[in-house]
């Protein structure tokens, strides 16, 4: 196993994905262990801005909308996409956010239940899950005001036990965005389906960072986040996908008129478009929508299966250098060992985590912090190195040796965290 820079060094020369990084702009001085939370900006997106707010937008004006193919952009990125998804063409449309698509997608799939099972009127999710899937449900099942209520699973393996003949639906996040742990896409879904129900999958932390199958699992349902792995650009729109057997049957309750099978027929009732495209609702930010492209363009010059090889050997090298060269401080793994249960990020828990991850930004390891003392490393093997890996751990070794991150300044919260 890896001990010394110099074995980091040669991992990255034998590393077929070395060239990508390139294709990516990043500040000299700065480890990037964030792409988690927000992709690093690809080389080629200053250029394709320029070009839509110049040429596009300015000399085009409104005519871009037939000759950009601005009005295809939802479609046309989404056919892009879903490969690296499992789904196939004609699945996934790009737009708005994933919060406003979770709306969408558990609406429709309680209206599909509706008409199966009306008697089902629970809905499954997780306590760990990020916070605004829970609020969405809290929203939802308020609106709904029929019944409806959620039953949330403190672990995992509470999920059997948790299924029974009044699920309706369960929305499970594929990777935890606090832990990095990963689920088993094909047996959930199995197992949600025996028991009668549906299942929504948040891939947030998935599309781009590890190896999906919707189509191979049979899912359901899935929505995720075009900014964090797949570079898309801050707020980029989100996706959202919709298993073909059911694409036509369901209903979805932001019926705005980029859904409706005509919309330039300007008429007064809505009538949905067939398939996907009922998931659109209104005009979308195509400036920030055109950047998502250039993200996917470097995914197509590679496969999910290289890119899960490296992340496996990133996170593993970062574990182990962390538990053998860190082993004096009080930190402990949060992600799981097995490989099968890992997503691409490593957590470690600290008592001081918050300060400690200050500290490493002002020496420029860029990692995270979430509540409660989670210190988040992203591995993003489109641009992190083993090198990286290597000088990170180093940084931290001296952070915490030094002390270094009990100044008063590493300890002041900002808005964002
Ligand atoms: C990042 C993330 C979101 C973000 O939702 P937005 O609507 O884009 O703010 C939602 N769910 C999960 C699991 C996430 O990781």
């Known amino acids: 196993m890896t001990s010394s820079r110099n074995e980091c060094l040669a991992l990255d020369a034998a590393d077929p994905l070395a060239p990508l990084r390139a294709q990516f702009d990043l500040p000299p001085g700065v480890i990037y262990l964030d792409g988690n939370s927000l992709g690093a900006r690809p080389r080629a997106a200053a250029k394709r801005a320029q070009?839509?707010?110049?040429?596009?937008?300015?000399?085009?004006?409104?005519?871009?909308?037939?000759?950009?193919?601005?009005?295809?952009?939802?479609?046309?990125?989404?056919?892009?996409?879903?490969?690296?998804?499992?789904?196939?063409?004609?699945?996934?449309?790009?737009?708005?956010?994933?919060?406003?698509?979770?709306f969408k997608v558990m609406a429709a799939s309680l209206d599909a239940q509706r008409a199966r099972a009306p008697q089902r009127k629970v809905i499954v999710s997780e306590r760990s899950s990020f916070p605004t899937d829970l609020y969405i449900?809290?929203?939802?099942?308020?609106?709904?005001?029929?019944?409806?209520?959620?039953?949330?699973?403190?672990?995992?393996?509470?999920?059997?036990?948790?299924?029974?003949?009044?699920?309706?639906?369960?929305?499970?996040?594929?990777?935890?965005?606090?832990?990095?742990?990963?689920?088993?896409?094909?047996?959930?879904?199995?197992?949600?389906?025996?028991?009668?129900?549906?299942?929504?999958?948040?891939?947030?932390?998935?599309?781009?960072a590890v190896p999906v199958d919707l189509n191979g699992a049979d899912a359901d349902y899935a929505v995720g986040c075009t900014y964090k792995y797949l570079n898309g650009g801050p707020g980029a729109p989100a996706f959202v996908w919709v298993n073909k057997r059911l694409q036509d049957s369901f209903w979805q309750p932001l019926s705005g008129w980029w859904g409706h099978r005509q919309p330039?027929?300007?008429?007064?009732?809505?009538?949905?478009?067939?398939?996907?495209g009922r998931f659109l609702c209104g005009t979308q930010p195509i400036v920030s929508l055109a950047l998502v492209q250039c993200g996917l363009?470097?995914?197509?010059?590679?496969?999910?299966?290289?890119?899960?090889?490296?992340?496996?050997?990133?996170?593993d090298l970062?574990?182990?250098?962390?538990?053998?060269?860190?082993?004096?401080?009080?930190?402990?793994?949060?992600?799981?060992?097995?490989?099968?249960?890992?997503?691409?990020q490593v957590s470690f828990e600290h008592p001081e985590g918050f300060a400690v991850i200050q500290a490493l930004i002002a020496r420029g390891v860029i990692g995270d912090y979430r509540e409660p003392r989670i210190m988040r490393f992203g591995m993003t093997p489109l641009y992190t190195s083993f090198a990286d890996v290597w000088d990170s751990v180093e940084i931290l070794r001296d952070v915490l040796t030094t002390g270094s991150w009990d100044k008063p300044e590493f300890h002041r919260r900002g808005t964002v965290t």
């Open 51 to 102: 070009e839509v707010i110049t040429a596009e937008w300015g000399v085009g004006l409104i005519r871009s909308w037939n000759d950009a193919d601005w009005f295809a952009l939802p479609r046309t990125l989404g056919d892009a996409m879903a490969p690296i998804i499992g789904a196939g063409k004609g699945e996934v449309v790009v737009t708005d956010t994933t919060s406003s698509n979770l």
């Open 137 to 208: 449900l809290q929203g939802l099942t308020r609106l709904l005001d029929d019944g409806y209520s959620l039953r949330l699973i403190d672990l995992p393996e509470d999920l059997p036990n948790a299924l029974d003949d009044d699920v309706a639906v369960v929305l499970l996040t594929h990777v935890n965005y606090r832990s990095g742990a990963m689920y088993d896409m094909n047996a959930c879904t199995a197992e949600i389906h025996a028991a009668g129900a549906l299942v929504v999958w948040d891939l947030c932390h998935s599309a781009g």
């Open 264 to 276: 330039f027929a300007m008429q007064t009732e809505y009538t949905p478009d067939d398939g996907i």
């Open 297 to 315: 363009d470097i995914f197509a010059q590679t496969s999910m299966e290289a890119l899960r090889r490296k992340s496996l050997a990133l996170t």
């Open 318 to 344: 970062f574990i182990k250098l962390v538990e053998e060269r860190c082993a004096e401080f009080p930190l402990t793994l949060v992600t799981p060992r097995d490989h099968a249960a890992r997503g691409s």
